[in-house]
């Protein structure tokens, strides 16, 4: 595990070193795509590489982690909807190239299971881009996640719900309670993990992931166990190492 403790603004350039050279190297490359707030400096800074140095997505295809269960199609914060909003959109990823997993299918499970079916399709995530809640979970996997999970629906904790309430006009009630989301042992599977988190309330999540012993009660110290992960932590994030 690589571990960069640096400005908030440096990190957002690491990441996106990490996916320029990937997508330079290879067109058709795989990106695992995260939503909530950590990526989003990413994703600028990939816009501002297509607009200002033509750096091309249009072979590329992209899987989200995650995805609530139960809001209405083009609702603002369903993360497929966030990543049309905040990347897809804003450069040549044609839209079609990006899958979520389908939060408002009939049959959830079938949901998860062609979801799985479609990473394998295409060929697996050659880099996944992480967040982590300040729970340690990552995507949604809450704590006490089977550290070998794959795709599958799950209830959110209070906690993920009352920090997500941000996104909901401060409702927590508004914040659904179910949710899709990739399984750790899914993650593991993606050849390159890059993870980042910033600030103070991150830090005890990141002592746990870096430090901890490996833990379903933590479910990010999974990635203890991947031969290659980049953890691009900020000075609060980093407080606790
Ligand atoms: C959300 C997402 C995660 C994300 C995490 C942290 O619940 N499902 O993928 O990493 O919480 O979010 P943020 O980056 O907004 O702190």
């Known amino acids: ?17 990490a996916i320029e050279a990937l997508v330079t190297r290879r067109s058709d490359a795989v990106l695992g795509l995260a939503t909530g707030s950590t990526p989003s400096a990413v994703y ?5 590489r297509h607009a200002e140095e ?8 992209g899987f989200l982690l995650d995805e609530y269960v139960g809001l209405p199609e083009g609702h603002p914060e369903a993360y497929r909807t966030v990543i049309e909003r905040e990347l897809v959109s804003r450069l040549d990823l044609p839209t079609e190239s990006v899958l979520g997993p389908d939060g408002r ?16 399709d295409a ?3 050659d880099l996944q881009i992480l967040g982590i809640g300040t729970d340690g979970h990552v995507a949604f996997n809450e704590p006490g996640s089977s550290l070998a999970s794959r795709t599958r629906i799950k209830t959110l904790t209070e906690q993920t719900r009352r920090d997500n309430a941000r996104f909901f006009d401060d409702e927590v009630d508004a914040v659904p309670q179910h949710v899709l989301t990739q399984g750790l042992g899914t993650i593991m599977a993606a050849r390159h993990l890059v ?9 005890e999540a990141v002592h746990q992931l870096v430090e901890g012993p490996i833990s379903a009660m933590w479910p990010a110290t999974i990635l203890q166990m991947h031969p290659h992960v980049t953890v691009l932590v900020d000075g609060g994030a980093a407080s606790r190492l």
């Open 1 to 17: 595990m690589e571990v960069v403790i640096d400005r908030s603004e440096t990190l957002a350039a690491l990441a996106a070193d």
């Open 105 to 120: 299918a009939e049959d959830l499970a079938a949901a998860c299971t062609g979801y799985e079916q479609a990473i394998a």
């Open 123 to 125: 060929g697996g995530i």
């Open 54 to 61: 033509g750096l091309s997505f249009a072979g590329v295809r």
């Open 44 to 48: 600028d800074e990939l816009v501002r």
């Open 195 to 203: 993870l980042l988190a910033m600030g103070r309330s991150k830090a």
